[in-house]
């Protein structure tokens, strides 16, 4: 009885020490992958920040096509985006693509990633607030939409009414996919109170890289040659079907390494962003060599108008020209609605000065083969000279471009242009008090104000 008893402790003794020698391991693995993050980095790992990062990742609904299908078609190189053509918006998403299981961003029956439809009835007790543009404006309708209300409270405008936001932004969408989205929503009965528009970055740098490579109008939608065309060749179909894979296996090795327990190491953590930088370096890569690729053969609806630049300055000047007038005819439909338009140029890190860039930060948000660096750099200057236009012709029209200047903390998260979380906050903060401020100046005797001719509704100068 006595040696068994001396058997049994034995043996817990020995599970006691390999678990506590398995939980020494762990922690040293995880101690030392702390101190190399801080080595490599030239900062300390924060749990938060990566965690941001990723989420980022996780539901990223960018696509380079949008036919539609169902899964496992063959010819469909689009599941991981859901997007869908629209007769007068280019393209919406699928309210299909919630049944995926790769994805649980709610799409309304409309099209729009959004919980509810875009339709609001009028009510004097609630502001009916739209966010317009691209992604960069559909991810601060979802994380800086908070900072934007708590601004908007302090104004006894806002005080006692419910705000309500309704997300037109889409993926991708530029000038006139905006102004089209307005128009129609309108024409269907809804309501707003306030616009906010939140663009220019898509309007230049988008179409010179993927637009015009194929001879398409730099207007039309984004990448409309893949929309309409057929994909009739192999190297086409190979190369669009490797971009879609890989941006679907990134989102979703994101999502594995957000779940417990995988998210609360650091050395896990450490192996996703390797994972994730290569992943994102492929993915770069097979977009270039799509851009350079020119298939045989071209149809109308695909291509047409032809436009053409002598020198790449009439480019930009014509596609900042192009975004400023759809800007001011949205103003102008606005106020013929009684709604008031608020026009703000995206920040983005390709903006000479914008913002101080650690290590880490450059690393991931500056790349020199980016597609879409070249035309955000080149572009940029006429968009800003086009805003100070848009506020000559009295739109309310703020250049968001130096909101990061003094900013030392990591705000992008991408080498194109999207914010993490914090950078969302500050930009749903500035837009507040701009508004806040248009709002009382319109209000303010003898500045500029709307008033009614023929029932029509103009900024009296």
């Known amino acids: 009885m006595g040696v068994l008893s001396m058997t049994r402790i034995s043996l817990k003794k020995k599970i006691l ?6 939980i020494s391991v762990v922690f040293l693995i995880e101690f030392f992958s702390f101190a190399a993050f801080f080595i490599i980095k030239k900062e300390w790992f924060s749990f938060s920040r990566i965690y941001s990062e990723r989420n980022s990742r996780s539901y990223e609904i960018d696509t380079l096509t949008s036919r539609g299908g169902k899964k496992g078609s ?13 007769p007068y918006l280019g393209y919406v998403y699928s309210p299909e693509y919630n049944k995926e299981e790769y ?22 007790d609630r502001v ?69 528009n939140l663009d220019g970055f898509n309007e230049v740098a988008l179409p010179p890289a993927e637009n015009m490579p194929k001879n398409v109008f730099p207007f039309f939608p984004r990448n409309w040659f893949w929309r309409v065309q057929d994909l ?39 192996i996703w962003k390797y994972y994730d930088h290569n992943l994102a370096t492929a993915i770069s890569d097979d977009e270039l060599t799509l851009q350079r690729y020119r298939p045989n ?14 020198t790449e300055s009439a480019l930009f000047e014509d596609l900042a020209s192009f975004w400023k007038m759809s800007s001011l005819q949205m103003y ?15 920040p983005n890190q390709y903006v000479a000065g914008s913002k101080i860039m650690k290590k880490e930060e450059s690393k991931r948000a500056l790349l020199d083969g980016h597609p879409y ?16 236009e848009l506020v000559n012709q009295g739109v309310h029209f703020h250049d968001l471009t130096r909101i990061f200047t003094d900013k030392v903390e990591p705000i992008y998260v991408d080498a194109c242009c999207h914010l993490n979380k914090t950078g969302n906050e500050i930009v749903g903060t500035v837009i507040g008090r701009a508004i806040i401020q248009d709002i009382n100046t319109e209000n303010t005797p003898g500045e500029k104000k709307l008033v009614s001719e023929n029932g029509v509704h103009f900024l009296n100068e």
């Open 74 to 86: 063959a010819d469909n190189q689009t599941i991981a985006s859901g997007q869908v053509i629209h």
């Open 128 to 196: 009916i607030l739209g966010i317009f543009g691209g992604s960069v404006a559909f991810w601060f309708s979802v994380h800086g939409i908070d900072s934007l209300i708590s601004e908007l409270r302090k104004s006894p405008e806002f005080l006692n009414k419910e705000i309500v936001i309704v997300r037109t932004a889409v993926y991708g969408y530029k000038q006139p996919q905006q102004l089209m989205a307005l128009t129609y929503l309108l024409a269907l009965g809804a309501h707003f109170d306030i616009i906010i």
């Open 297 to 310: 053969g071209t149809i109308y609806v695909a291509t047409a108008p032809p436009r053409h630049y002598e």
């Open 232 to 270: 009739p060749d192999s190297v086409t179909r190979s190369i669009v079907g490797e971009i879609t894979y890989l941006k679907s296996k990134r989102s979703k090795w994101a999502r594995v390494f957000s779940k417990a327990p995988l998210r609360y190491s650091i050395t896990l953590n450490l």
């Open 17 to 22: 020490f390999y678990f506590v020698m398995l």
């Open 332 to 346: 102008r439909l606005s106020a013929a609605n009684r709604i008031r338009y608020f026009h703000f140029l995206q």
């Open 103 to 124: 994805s649980n961003i709610p799409i309304s029956e409309y099209g729009f990633v959004d919980n509810t439809g875009p339709i609001h009835a009028k009510s004097n």
């Open 373 to 388: 660096k070249k035309g955000a750099e080149r572009g940029y200057p006429y968009l800003i000279k086009a805003g100070e």
